[in-house]
């Protein structure tokens, strides 16, 4: 099927900077990004991910991330497991 349309779009700078360095890591370029993700939505009938609002238990967790605060640190990655009693 010919590409035929075209998508502008205008965002922010340093986040198409960001993204695009990750796309030539993956060894996919803007387009092919855009093209797999009208795909998922047309197979999907909505968007591939979710988009939702924190709720009342993530969005302290969110904050704290953001400040660095009650974070745990691990040396070993056995460290983290035994914390985590698996």
Same mark, same amino acid.
């Given at each position: 099927?010919?590409?035929? *349309?075209?998508? %502008?779009?205008?965002? %922010?700078?340093?986040?198409?900077?960001? *993204?695009?360095?990750?796309?030539?890591?993956?060894?996919? %370029? /803007? +387009?092919?990004?855009?093209?797999?993700?009208?795909?998922?939505?047309?197979?999907?009938?909505?968007?591939?991910? /979710?988009?939702?609002?924190? %709720?009342?238990?993530?969005?302290?967790?969110?904050?704290?991330?953001?400040?660095?605060?009650?974070?745990?640190?691990? +040396?070993?990655?056995? *460290?983290?497991?035994?914390?985590?009693?698996?």
């Amino acid at each position: 099927m010919p590409k035929t *349309a075209t998508v %502008n779009v205008r965002i %922010n700078q340093d986040l198409k900077q960001g *993204a695009e360095a990750v796309m030539k890591r993956l060894g996919i %370029n /803007a +387009s092919q990004v855009v093209t797999l993700l009208y795909r998922q939505i047309e197979l999907r009938q909505g968007l591939p991910f /979710a988009v939702e609002l924190p %709720n009342e238990t993530t969005r302290p967790a969110l904050q704290d991330a953001r400040d660095g605060k009650n974070q745990q640190r691990f +040396s070993t990655l056995d *460290a983290l497991y035994q914390d985590l009693e698996i």
